[in-house]
Antibody, heavy 120, light 107 residues
């Protein structure tokens, strides 16, 4: 079945970077975009950006421009989201989710989430 | 950026009753709207896309309606497993934006 499996929880210090992975299975990795969405504890969902695994093209929410980088390794069907200059407000669960701009722009499926804790 | 709002913030419903959740967009998103369900400790799950089309495996008690700026998610007869938070999301414009969610809890 179509599945996205994310890397495990991370604890980082303020100012550091974190890189979260999202491994796809059950479909052709390059056929669908990968989006990243985060959720602070008890809060709503915040879209961070998207990446086309085929071309490597990306689009980032303005809030994260300059701090986020989305990449991929097609040989292992894995997408990555790296967030730099971490601050306490970046503590959240980070999700990847699949979509397709032309025929399936909604988000489905989602990864299980990765908790990133930023603390000194 | 399109701002999504949802009402009410919390909806208290008894099992077997009907629940009606509202979502509003700050400008027209046509029918490019999705609904997601999220239970504690879980990732969101797609319920509805295209404002009214149920995703694969979603029970018929879930229905969506609306277009433009006003949308509704209806759960016809609440089951115990339906108590959760529901988010709407527009995918008509960049950036993609979500509503703040409606929590459906047990009355």
């Amino acid at each position: 079945q179509v599945q996205l499996v994310q890397s495990g929880a991370e604890v980082k210090k303020p100012g550091a970077s974190v890189k979260v992975s999202c491994k796809a299975s059950g479909y052709t990795f390059t056929s669908y975009d990968i989006n990243w969405v985060r959720q602070a504890t008890g809060q709503g969902l915040e879209w961070m950006g998207w990446m086309n695994p085929n071309s490597g093209n990306t689009g980032y929410a303005q809030k994260f421009q300059g701090r986020v980088t989305m990449t991929r390794n097609t040989s292992i069907s894995t997408a990555y989201m790296e967030l730099s200059s971490l601050r306490s407000e970046d503590t959240a669960v980070y999700y990847c989710a699949s979509s397709s701009y032309y025929d399936r722009p909604w988000f489905d499926p989602w990864g299980q989430g990765t908790l990133v804790t930023v603390s000194s | 950026e399109i701002v999504m709002t949802q009402s009410p913030a919390t909806l208290s419903v008894s099992p077997g009753e009907r629940a009606t959740l509202s979502c509003r967009a700050s400008q027209s998103v046509s029918s490019n709207l999705a609904w997601y369900q999220q239970k504690p400790g879980q990732a969101p799950r797609l319920l509805i896309y295209g404002a009214s089309t149920r995703a694969t495996g979603i029970p018929a008690r879930f229905s969506g309606s609306g277009s433009g700026t006003e949308f509704t998610l209806t759960i016809s007869s609440l089951q115990s497993e339906d108590f959760a938070v529901y988010y709407c999301q527009q995918y008509n414009n960049w950036p993609r934006t979500f509503g703040p969610g409606t929590k459906v809890d047990i009355k």
